[in-house]
């Protein structure tokens, strides 16, 4: 129990997985995803807040993708 988590809540120390043992981040997602409501990533309305999608391309090979702004930004790398 930790005194500072919401109602409802928990605050987990280290990186968080689902669908993986061996999660490389905060909080990694391996093999696929879906909502059914709104998700919001990073700090929102935070405006120095950065969230980075790291997948594959068609090739496999690693890729990420962010927003600045209204413009996305892909690059050849994993963000981390």
Do not use: Q, W
């Amino acid at each position: 129990n930790n005194p500072n988590a919401p109602a409802g809540g928990m605050i987990i120390p280290g990186n968080v997985g689902i669908g993986t043992t061996t999660p490389f981040s905060k909080f990694h997602v391996s093999s696929g995803a879906s909502a059914t409501t709104t998700v919001n990533f990073g700090e929102v309305g935070a405006s120095g807040s950065r969230s980075c999608f790291n997948t594959k391309n068609t090739a496999g090979t690693d890729i990420s993708f962010y927003f600045v702004g209204t413009t996305m930004t892909v690059e050849n790398n994993l963000c981390r």
